[in-house]
T-cell receptor, first 113, second 110 residues
């Protein structure tokens, strides 16, 4: 079946440092979504990428979709304590079925002062 | 709008007991989902309902049943709880691609 892996599983940074999480799918994706889950909270949608090579920015967050549409990354510039949480990527399952998602394993980000 | 609501927030069951997790959304969404979240495993889809009256199995359906009661409500039933079903359960809904999640139910089976 489709697998979506993320690395690293966990990262601890000092406030102000940059952070990147990588997402890799075993199959080509029609699109990829990113979600953020704060500790003790529920996942919240951040963004969807659809086109090969697409790059989107949301303030300090930069999202990329790979040329082959099998990988994606989320980069946070100058992290803040408000960035703490787990970041998940998710792809349609199976490919093309927009309504069901396979979630990645997540990257937990810890930011300290 | 309340968005997606789930009850209860917390539950402790003994092995073999049954219970139903309730989920409701007020956003007029067609599709609804049940996920479980275990440490290090991300979110795994249990069941899914594309529209009122239809349900479909996800990645980990064994030990669960669902009912799409109407467009608003989608319930998840554990007929005979097992310790392996200790988890956090999230309900979600969508009209298009963005999924909206409820606050979750933390279930412990002893």
């Amino acid at each position: 079946g489709q697998q979506v892996m993320q690395i690293p599983q966990y990262q601890h940074v000092q406030e102000g440092e940059d952070f990147t999480t990588y997402c890799n799918s075993s199959t080509t994706l029609s699109n990829i979504q990113w979600y953020k889950q704060r500790p003790g909270g529920h996942p919240v949608f951040l963004i969807q990428l659809v086109k090969s090579g697409e790059v989107k920015k949301q303030k300090r967050l930069t999202f990329q979709f790979g040329e082959a549409k099998k990988n994606s990354s989320l980069h946070i510039t100058a992290t803040q304590t408000t960035d703490v949480g787990t970041y998940f990527c998710a792809g349609p399952f199976p490919t093309g079925t927009a309504s069901k998602l396979t979630f990645g394993t997540g990257t937990r980000l810890q930011v300290t002062l | 709008n309340a968005g997606v609501t789930q009850t209860p927030k917390f539950q402790v069951l003994k092995t073999g007991q049954s219970m139903t997790l309730q989920c409701a959304q007020d956003m007029n969404h067609n599709s609804m989902y049940w996920y479980r979240q275990d440490p290090g495993m991300g979110l795994r889809l249990i069941y899914y309902s594309a529209s009122e009256g239809t349900t479909d199995k996800g990645e980990v359906p064994n030990g669960y049943n669902v009912s799409r009661l109407n467009k608003r409500e989608f319930s998840l039933r554990l007929e005979s709880a097992a310790p392996s079903q200790t988890s956090v359960y999230f309900c979600a809904s969508t009209r298009g691609y963005e999924q909206y999640f409820g606050p979750g139910t933390r279930l412990t089976v002893t």
